[in-house]
């Protein structure tokens, strides 16, 4: 199947940093990419859809201006977390749709802790 | 919008047994169905999907069928094996450019030895 980066896989912070996740389409060219945020047991809750060269979509009650989101090719979106707190610690995971058979692939998670 | 509903949210077999997961979706123009596993902190994983064009679809111990009419698809396991053990997500969407997957919540296998 098909290959989806993240990086870094784990990173702690302080309060009040940013810290910017990258997620990479390793083997096919992703025309939409989205973000997720996993709690711990639970379901993937979506967070924003990601075009190329274009504005996020961003889902109801995630802040855009705290959560920037950024397309900048068919195979990079990047996340940043702005002013970290430690309730945004979490387990933050990219998907990207295969341009050609729409099925959509999953990175390996990106780790955040806010000390 | 689309509603995805998954049981059971957990589930244990003994090794070797058949391990069954049911989901029913709410919109009927909903024709992509991907079945992703998740292991602890790691990224969901596709493992198997189907379209609503035909009605089962089998990758040596997996199978995956679905039931249009009654907007029901479901996940078979057969010969489980310890590394199974994992979280499993059904998932709907639309088969259109940047239409969104919706979950289930989840189930959690796991396969005693």
């Known amino acids: 199947g098909a290959v989806v980066s993240q990086h870094p896989s784990r990173v702690i912070c302080k309060s009040g940093t940013s810290v910017k996740i990258e997620c990479r389409s390793l083997?096919?060219?992703?025309?939409?990419m989205f973000w997720y945020r996993q709690f711990p047991k639970k379901s993937l809750m979506l967070m924003a859809t990601?075009?190329?060269?274009?504005?996020?979509?961003?889902e109801q009650g995630v802040e855009k201006d705290k959560f920037l989101i950024n397309h900048a090719s068919l195979t990079l979106s990047t996340l940043t977390v702005t002013s970290a707190h430690p309730e945004d610690s979490s387990f933050y995971i990219c998907?990207?749709?295969?341009?050609?058979?729409?099925?959509?692939?999953f990175g390996p998670g990106t780790r955040l802790t806010v000390t | 919008g689309e509603n995805v509903e998954q049981h059971p949210s957990t589930l244990s077999v003994q090794e070797g047994d058949s391990a069954v997961i049911k989901c029913t979706y709410s919109d009927s123009a909903s024709n992509y169905f991907p079945w992703y596993k998740q292991e602890l902190g790691k990224g969901p994983q596709l493992i198997i999907d189907?379209?609503?064009?035909?009605g089962e679809k089998k990758d040596q111990r997996i199978a995956v069928t679905l039931n249009k009419t009654a907007k029901h698809f479901s996940l078979h396991i057969t010969e489980t094996q310890p590394e199974d053990s994992a979280v499993y997500f059904c998932a709907a969407r639309r088969e259109t450019s940047g239409s969104r997957l919706t979950f289930g919540e989840g189930t959690q296998l796991t396969v005693n030895p």
């Open positions: 083997d096919f060219q992703a025309t939409t």
């Open positions: 990601s075009n190329e060269g274009s504005k996020a979509t961003y």
């Open positions: 189907i379209r609503s064009n035909v």
């Open positions: 998907s990207a749709d295969d341009a050609v058979s729409y099925e959509q692939y």
